[in-house]
């Protein structure tokens, strides 16, 4: 198997993570393989923003709960999120805030090839990553405007998803594998 692929079907969303911060090199590098996405007529219509503030990032964690709590249906995660032992962050040193320019329409697949690209190098380097959705549920309404505020993001950017990313402990990721029945062919 080439060496795309394999990086491609290796990668796991990593939820368990040892507490070194990765060096500014090596953030640099996923954001190099950012900054190579595609996006629609070369727009690149992403920001991203690089946190390793601990108070911050703990922050994030515990108030993107509520409204989460608030909003989601699933009863299965609701009883994850609940557990006061879950973190929104999976305790990571690390998180990159994706974020889009709204008057982009294809702002967000375009960020979605980024985030990927983030993913990938991130892998191929011995990093893990998980995206996470959970925090738009607080930085999209009016309680999260304060944290909002201190993303500093630049005019017409909101945020699209989260990057936590750090180096995976010795637990091993959970592997949720995939459905092969998704496609047709016309011919
Ligand atoms: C848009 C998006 C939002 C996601 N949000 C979360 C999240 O908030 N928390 C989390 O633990 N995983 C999140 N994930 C990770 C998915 O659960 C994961 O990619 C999926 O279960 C497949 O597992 P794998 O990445 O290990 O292949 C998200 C993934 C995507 C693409």
Redesign the pocket.
């Known amino acids: 198997m080439n060496e795309v692929i394999k990086c491609i079907k290796e ?3 990593i ?1 368990s993570y040892t507490s070194e911060i990765p060096s500014d090199d090596v953030i640099n590098t996923l954001l190099d393989a950012a900054a190579w996405a595609p996006s629609a007529s070369n727009t690149q219509p992403w920001h991203f923003t690089v946190i390793t503030d601990k108070e911050l990032l703990e922050e994030l964690d515990t108030r993107s709960k509520p409204p989460l709590l608030e909003n989601i249906q699933s009863e299965k995660y609701r009883k994850m999120i609940s557990d006061p032992n879950y973190k ?1 962050l ?1 305790g990571a040193p690390c998180l990159i805030m994706v974020s889009s320019n709204t008057a982009q329409y294809f702002g967000h697949h375009d960020c ?1 090839c980024a ?1 990927q690209n983030i ?1 990938l190098a991130a892998h191929s380097i011995g990093l893990g990553t ?6 738009n549920h607080l930085l999209l309404r009016p309680e999260g405007a304060d944290l909002l505020k201190r993303l500093d993001l630049p005019g017409g950017y909101m945020p699209c ?2 990057i936590t990313v750090g180096y995976p402990d010795d637990k091993e ?4 594998g ?1 459905s092969y029945q998704k496609f047709n062919f016309i011919k």
């Open positions: 990668r796991r969303s939820r929104i999976h979605g985030v993913c998980c995206i996470i959705g959970f925090l998803v989260g990721p959970e592997n949720v995939r």
